[in-house]
């Protein structure tokens, strides 16, 4: 026979995973009697928890929002989940950082230990801005412990990575073996960065394409990230740089308010230039991309600076008329 304790934490995880519940049901997944269930419900809603009663034969019971936060109760895999979330809340410019780092502490505190050692693994790294990606694909959080675990042990990474476009041969592509350093994650994809023994250099894969490998391999010895910062050398990676700012940056004169550039900008700067109009100053990997980025506010625009963006945009104005079908 369970305790009144142990009966109460199993109603209230029930009516936390299902909207409606029959007084019947719920007496008969308790192994109780219906009144029992009523006094059982009365004890959770003095201990804060708002649950609604619909009277009838189809009557039932329903956990409703209340005006305070009640205890929770949560499985495995939400737990490691809000775990996840929360060391990436750094990054989503709510000013919430210092929250979800109090937030997480209390959850490791009273967390049991075997997800205290699967979070403990879990170290991530949260980047606010991924430049000039798709839609993230598909993460199995299973994956994502697997190469945390993977990097917290130091042991070689096995795993097969999928092309971006599939192909006949795919089959017969060998496994990656590379040192694993860190996850990092940015706006909503994650990467593994770590060092490619087959290429002798360092690498961002994509988690979404990772099928890791059993057995790892040997232990190493882990190598510092160039310049001894992650954030700065993923960052600098993605921008195609040996440092964290773009190769090619330029400034232009638009004829549009600061307000309908500023939340467009991206890492770009924007001061205002006269009534309705403003200065961007903004980079990226080529001038031809820098130059069609500027393209995408569609409003009449002066090139500042430097030479090399004017010759971007006649580039790029001659490539559209050849793609328009229209004469030189």
């Not at 199995?140 to 697997?146: D, F, R, W, Y």
């Not at 490998?213 to 001894?228: D, K, L, M």
């Not at 500023?262 to 006269?274: I, K, N, T």
Request: aromatic share 8%; hydrophobic share 40%; charged share 25%.
């Amino acid at each position: 026979m369970t305790t009144p304790t142990s009966r109460l934490l199993k109603l209230l995880s029930l009516l936390q995973t299902h909207r409606d519940w029959p007084g019947s049901v719920l007496a008969e997944r308790l192994e109780v009697s219906a009144r029992t269930v009523r006094r059982d419900v009365e004890r959770l809603r003095e201990m804060g928890y708002t649950i609604d009663a619909t009277m009838g034969s189809d009557g039932g019971y329903r956990l409703a929002a209340g005006s305070d936060l009640p205890p929770m109760l949560f499985d495995d895999d939400q737990t490691v989940a809000i775990a996840v979330a929360l060391q990436a809340a750094t990054v989503v410019g709510a000013e919430i950082g210092e929250g979800a780092i109090r937030a997480l502490a209390t959850m490791r505190q009273v967390m049991p230990s075997r997800l205290r050692r699967r979070l403990d693994a879990l170290e991530v790294t949260a980047i606010r801005q991924r430049p000039g990606v798709g839609a993230p694909g598909e993460i199995s959080i299973e994956v994502l412990l697997s190469l945390a675990t993977t990097i917290r042990a130091r042991e070689v990474l096995r795993f097969d990575y999928a092309p971006r476009v599939a192909s006949a041969d795919d089959s017969f592509l060998p496994p990656r073996r590379v040192e694993p350093h860190h996850l990092v994650t940015a706006q909503g994809r994650w990467y593994l960065l770590a060092w490619d023994l087959e290429r002798d250099d360092w690498r961002t894969f994509s988690v979404d394409r990772i099928a890791p490998r059993t057995p790892t391999g040997s232990r190493f010895t882990p190598r510092e990230a160039p310049g001894g910062d992650v954030h700065e050398f993923v960052l600098a990676h993605f921008k195609g740089s040996d440092v964290n700012q773009w190769p090619y940056r330029g400034t232009v004169i638009l004829d549009l308010p600061v307000e309908e550039v500023l939340p467009f900008a991206g890492d770009g700067a924007v001061r205002a230039y006269g009534e309705g109009r403003c200065v961007l100053e903004s980079g990226s990997w080529s001038w031809g991309a820098l130059a069609a980025s500027f393209g995408r506010f569609e409003a009449p625009m002066e090139v500042l600076h430097p030479p090399e963006l004017a010759e971007a945009f006649a580039t790029l104005a001659n490539r559209y008329r050849d793609a328009a079908g229209t004469p030189r």
